[in-house]
Every structure is written in structure tokens, then in C-alpha cells.
């Protein structure tokens, strides 16, 4: 395992809160934290969606991205969810970091300040180089996609 360092702010707002970290020693994602107003909450109806802050801006390295993905615990027991799984945190994003959660239950889902609401993945980024060809490699499984093997 290696281990990249992060520079980052905290903001005003998520001020006390712990920095994302890794729950045990072999943990991939590390929690976010919701930086939320000490009184403030946030109610998430059936199919709502809101974007909750982390008070985090970060300045990742060249050639690493950051990924948003969703709790597994939150996603099994409430339903709850992140949209656009996994969201990608740019190496030059300098903004705050945010989480788009979605409430998938038909229950109301209440997020308050310091609740761990997503984790964070930082991976190595690979981009890729177009090369135009007239025609591509012929494969056993062709064109076929969207179910084209089957479910069993």
C-alpha cells in the first residue's frame, strides 16, 4: 500500500471535525464528515437529493484523482446513496469538497454535523491517447452489449 500526501484547508464551517481518515488499517475509502451548522440538519424526503458539504479544499497531486463513493452502511440500512457514483475530485479542483446524497427509501433521512455521509477513494490516474483506426480487433463477443450474456 502507498500512501500520497494532501494538502488541505479546512473552511470556517468544518472547523472541528476530524479530517477524513481510514477506519481500520486495511480501509480503501476514508470517511467524509458532514460540516453542517452545529444546529443545522438536513432532511432528505423519499427520492430528495442535497449536496452536503465537508468544509474540505484540497490541492491533490498531479496524477491522482479522488473518488466520492457512497457508505456501504448508510446505503443498506437507509437507503441512502451517492448520485453520480463515484463523483471525481479533479487534481486541480480547488474548491470545496461536496457530497451529493440521495435518499432511496421511502423514510425520511435526517443528516446532521460530524455524520460520516460518503467515502473518499485516491487513486492514480491514467488518461488516454485517441488513435483513429479504420477498423478495430474482431473479439468472441463482438458488438454485443447492454445483456448480450445473459444473467446466468
Known amino acids: 500500500m502507498s500512501t500520497v500526501s494532501i494538502n488541505v484547508t479546512v473552511l470556517d464551517h468544518g472547523q472541528g471535525l476530524p479530517l477524513p481518515k481510514y477506519e481500520t488499517e486495511q480501509s480503501a475509502g476514508m470517511d467524509l464528515y458532514a460540516a453542517l451548522v452545529d444546529s443545522e440538519t438536513v ?27 457512497p457508505r456501504s452502511g448508510l446505503a443498506a440500512k437507509n437507503g441512502v446513496t451517492v448520485l453520480n457514483t463515484p463523483g471525481t475530485i479533479d487534481a486541480d479542483y480547488r474548491g470545496e469538497v461536496k457530497v451529493i446524497l440521495v435518499n432511496l427509501s421511502n423514510e425520511p433521512f435526517t443528516i446532521e454535523r460530524g455524520m460520516r455521509v460518503a467515502q473518499m477513494i485516491i487513486a492514480p490516474v491514467t488518461q488516454g491517447a485517441w488513435v483513429e483506426v479504420d477498423s478495430l480487433d474482431e473479439t468472441a463477443r463482438g458488438a454485443g452489449g447492454f445483456g448480450s450474456t445473459g444473467t446466468r
Not at 427520492?47 to 466520492?68: K, N, S
Open 43 to 69: 432532511t432528505l424526503g423519499a427520492l430528495e437529493r442535497a449536496m452536503i458539504p465537508t468544509g474540505l479544499a484540497m490541492a491533490l497531486p498531479g496524477g491522482y484523482e479522488a473518488q466520492v463513493r
